[in-house]
């Protein structure tokens, strides 16, 4: 299992109409095949900069890959996420057991 | 529920018997009570600096709190954290319905 989640703030208000259009349209990710456990989050620690988050969960980076290269993605990336965050940073994980 | 991540760089070799036991010694904190779903992990993705996460959850700040303040974590930040640590950033999340 791969987790990826990017925690990110966005250009608009806190609050804003802005804001919820575009965490709306960032649910709509959720759609996208092969995915599971996805999350829209709020990044609520003083100890960084960021205001949201999304985590989602493949089984493979096969399927991963499909999510980045899904046309869905891809226009939500395009159309919003690079004129609408003002900054971001993408953390992907992996389980390890007991070492 | 609020989610505490914090995604960290060693100071060890990546591999090393010293970076098995730091992982080793950071799995205890998953004894300490009121805490869900505690998970260590290996941060993979090639677009941050960091090596390792841990992922646990609390029901509620009190809990956090507690954690925060119980002896063995205490002793392990003290003890472990501060020495091994080469960089880290926490991130704390809470989920966000349909907005």
Chains 1, 2 share one sequence.
Request: hydrophobic share 40%.
């Amino acid at each position: 299992v791969i987790r990826h989640t990017v925690v990110f703030k966005l250009k608009h208000p806190l609050g804003s109409a802005l804001e919820r259009d575009f965490l709306n349209a960032a649910q709509n990710l959720a759609t996208i095949p092969n995915m599971a456990k996805f999350e829209c989050l709020r990044q609520v620690s003083a100890k960084n900069k960021f205001d949201f988050g999304l985590s989602m969960e493949f089984e493979s980076q096969a399927d991963y890959d499909s999510y980045n290269l899904h046309p869905l993605h891809a226009a939500f990336v395009e159309d919003r996420w690079k004129s609408e965050v003002a900054d971001f940073l993408e953390i992907d994980y992996t389980p390890i057991g007991r070492v």
